[in-house]
């Protein structure tokens, strides 16, 4: 009997890299294909991707990859997955225009498929969506029916029953397809920690609406640059109170236009200047939407507050208000950004000051309704780090899912399920993270990242001597140069005590062993980290040594 395999392949135990594929015997798809962005312990990292190896692997059984909505962590590995084989990509029209774009930027091409009005057949498999709520518009679950039952994947979810644009969550749907039998439920784990429900998007409007009539100077908004909704309430009240605005942030308005497009975003004409022409506007008619909500080194709000940016300059009494949630591991270089921001004079509200965010994700309530609606036999938490995971599966014991029915997986895990509603373990796949620097795809690896910071935290000392090749004395050197170590300019005898560490460690050796160039750099090593030790330091040491 032919069973259907599921193996995430990222997303499970992290935030981020979203990507599942389904597997029924000569064919897969996969659903979403997204980034992590780096942390600060990933130094010179861009974008981390998934391991997609499996994927490949497959060869011409991978047939499509199915999609749930444009945000990043769900859509951004699409460039690296697609570059060696176009599959078809289906989606809704805001998320293909998201992911045109991402294309566009890279030169690639791929049949970008919108979900029709009937369900899209992909070899054995018919994929469904179902319209959710979330954080940005036109995003759906998804319901798959396989050979061996149907699969509904949540997507990244909210139940809002107030969208901003009116389109709500297809609760009739869920529960029809519940009633009809579902084999494997997949549900967004990330605010399963959280109480109750999640407030809706409107939510915010009435707190920016305060901040909006009491500010006299300029309104500077931070917020995803695929936040939509949030965009779009702060150009209506910039409206109510007889403000223009401006993007700031090529992200951002690459986003907007194609949200306009879409007729997603609605901009009044004569609303929008550029930043430029904002500039020469007068203080209190100006409303700013700017890049840098997570504090990136090169944003514009980043520079905006550094006082770097040209076009935009703070000055006291503008506000800026951070309208977004902080992405665990920037929490660092947001509280830097909050204290140039206040620097500059200006007044700042975020998250620990003001309701100016809400989730885009399900608390407890919301999710014990989907899966009372939908009531599979069997349950797969999904989009949550290792805590999130085990606290939505004891949820799901709660509302009646058996406990043996309730599946803890991680990435690079295989379950596989079958007609008669059996499911066991397969033989793991390979599963991990690829980091890309630059034009580098996958050559940094974890030991070059703990280069990294032990060069960023511990500093280098490079030692350069030379050698004669046949009889082994030193014929000139050591020298040395140490950079970030401590402050030996300060005091020069350190550096000269180091150097006679080194000599005196080369004189211990034979001259036979000074004739190996490897064996000489060991002890050159050694010497020195013996030496720094004492000064509770431990520089990354780089020992260079010429033959003569």
Known sequence: ????????????????????????????IAVDCGVMFPDERMLGIDV???DLGYVRGLGER???IVLTHAHEDHIGALPYALAERAVPVYGTPLTLGFVRERLRERGLSAPLLSYGTEPCRIGPFVVEPIAMTHSIPDSVGLAIRTPVGTVVH??????????LDGRLPDLVRLGELGAEGVLLLLSDSTNVEHAGVTPSERCVGAELATIFRQSTGRILVTTFSSHIHRMQQVIDLAVRFRRRVAFVGRSLGVHAAVARDLGHLAIPDGALVDPGAARDLPRDQVVL???????????????????????VTLDPGDVVILSSRIIPGNERAISSLVNHLYRRGAVVHYG???????????SQEELKLVMNLVRPRHFVPVHGEYRHLVRHNLLAMEVGIPAEACHLLENGDVLELDAAGGARRGERVPAGRVFVDGKGIGDVEDEVLRDRRHLSEDGLVLAVLAIAQQSGEIVAGPDLVSRGVMGEEANPDILERARGAVLEALAAINPESRTDPAEVKEEVRKALRRYF?????????LPFVMEM
């Not at 995430?8 to 992290?14: A, I, Q, R, S, V």
């Not at 944003?299 to 076009?311: F, G, P």
């Not at 309701?355 to 994700?361: D, E, I, K, Q, R």
Request: avoid cysteine; charge should be positive; aromatic fraction near 4%.
């Open 1 to 28: 009997m032919t069973a259907l395999r599921v193996i995430p392949l990222g997303g499970l135990g992290e935030i981020g890299l979203n990507v599942l594929v389904l597997e029924y015997g000569e064919a897969a």
């Open 352 to 362: 620990r000051t003001s309701a100016v965010h809400v989730s885009g994700h399900a």
């Open 48 to 50: 981390v991707i998934p």
């Open 154 to 163: 949540t997507g990244d979810f909210k139940i809002d029953q107030t969208p």
């Open 62 to 64: 991978f047939q499509a």
């Open 289 to 311: 939407i700017t890049a840098g909500s997570q504090a990136e080194a090169a944003s514009a709000l980043v520079r905006i507050a550094m006082d770097a940016h040209k076009q």
């Open 533 to 541: 030790k004492r000064f509770d330091r431990r520089p990354v040491i």
